[in-house]
């Protein structure tokens, strides 16, 4: 059963760089059925999509966040990461990763998520 | 628009039947997703596509979709139910995606 993981820091200094890898097991992140995708949710509030990436390296970005995030990912180990620079307060959330289906163009979902992971931004 | 607006919050009695709304200009082209989200827990998917229910979600979950909204309905709603749900869709350029604000359930 596929499964996913993320791991990184739990504390980051402000304006400095938040790094997450998530690890995917159970399964090949080669696949050319899916995506991959990088979710955050501040501490009481709702979801937003970072960003997502296909196994070849293409990527997409929310325009919102675009200047400052970079994913990137790693056939040889199975991983695919975030990398989000000058963070502040505001960057404070629990970071999921998740698989990103999509069947045709206008039908996709994120259908499997790791855990989660906490990032606050304090120095 | 990019976005895609929920209610905020409903109710429902135990075992009657709710439905969950999704509106945006970008759902005229493209389905919704749907995830239920409970506390302290990562979201899951509930409904994807037209209606399609993956596997070990409950037959009580359907999807509907007309002009800019996007729908879920918890057909038979039950106390673990209750729970937070978010609609996300690709925004309307196709590149990128968006999630809904979210509505807050309880089951009464």
């Known amino acids: 059963q596929l499964q996913l993981q993320e791991s990184g820091p739990g504390l980051v200094k402000p304006s400095e760089t938040l790094s997450l890898t998530c690890t995917v097991s159970?399964?090949?992140?080669?696949?050319?059925?899916?995506?991959w995708g990088w979710i955050r949710q501040p501490p009481g509030k709702g979801l937003e999509w970072i960003g997502s990436?296909?196994?070849?390296?293409?990527?997409y970005y929310n325009p919102s966040l675009k200047s400052r995030v970079t994913i990137s990912v790693d056939t040889s180990k199975n991983q695919f990461s975030l990398k989000l620079s000058s963070v502040t307060a505001a960057d404070t959330a629990v970071y999921y990763c998740?698989?990103?289906?999509?069947?045709?163009?206008?039908?996709?979902?994120?259908?499997?998520w790791g855990q989660g992971t906490m990032v606050t931004v304090s120095s | 628009s990019s976005e895609l607006t929920q209610d905020p919050a409903v109710s429902v009695a135990l075992g009657q039947t709710v439905r969950i709304t999704c509106q945006g200009d970008?759902?005229?082209?493209?389905?919704a997703s749907w995830y239920q989200q409970k506390p302290g827990q990562a979201p899951v998917l509930v409904i994807y596509?037209?209606?399609n229910r993956p596997s070990g979600i409950p037959d009580r979950f359907s999807g509907s979709s007309s002009g800019n909204t996007a729908s879920l309905t918890i057909t038979g709603a039950q106390a673990e139910d209750e729970a937070d749900y978010y609609c996300?869709?690709?925004?309307?350029?196709?590149?990128?995606?968006?999630f809904g604000t979210g509505t807050k359930v309880t089951v009464l």
């Open positions: 998740a698989r990103h289906i999509v069947v045709v163009i206008t039908i996709d979902a994120f259908d499997i």
């Open positions: 159970g399964g090949s992140i080669s696949s050319s059925s899916y995506y």
């Open positions: 990436i296909y196994y070849s390296g293409s990527t």
């Open positions: 970008s759902l005229r082209s493209y389905y």
């Open positions: 596509g037209k209606n």
């Open positions: 996300n869709s690709r925004d309307s350029s196709g590149n990128h995606w968006v």
